[in-house]
């Protein structure tokens, strides 16, 4: 009897033991998702009206453009044409009709917008 009351209280032990460890792990994916801004910033051409106005962001593939006839210094959310680019630095090249009318490095942070400005 002396011994089975001591297999009892280290079985006992045992499984509390188990447990604990057991519960430091779960069997559940944990994932974390973050939520709020954007880590984006705007790109926003402002000048003349060209025919075909394109911009290539860091020697990658061009593309087409809208431009912004007002004033720079407008807010983002009253512009029509504003495009999202990652944040950090990019060198930005803004060409029209096969001619570089902008070559310049620029800056970005997140929802900054960046204004380019050509003549």
């Not at 962001?57 to 593309?63: K, N, Q, T, V």
């Amino acid at each position: 009897m002396r011994y089975t009351k001591k297999y009892v209280w280290i079985g006992t032990l045992l499984v509390m033991v188990l447990l604990l460890i057991g519960s430091c792990t779960s069997a559940f994916k944990q994932t974390t998702e973050s939520y709020g801004v954007e880590n984006t910033a705007y790109l926003e051409i402002v000048g003349q009206a060209y025919s075909s106005v394109q911009v290539a962001i860091d020697g990658g593939e061009r593309f087409t453009v809208d431009v912004n006839k007002n004033k720079k210094g407008t807010p983002v959310t009253s512009n029509k044409y504003t495009y999202k680019i990652p944040v950090g630095a990019h060198d930005i090249v803004v060409t029209a009709d096969e001619k570089t009318l902008v070559s310049r490095k620029i800056y970005t942070s997140v929802g900054e917008v960046n204004i380019v400005e050509i003549p």
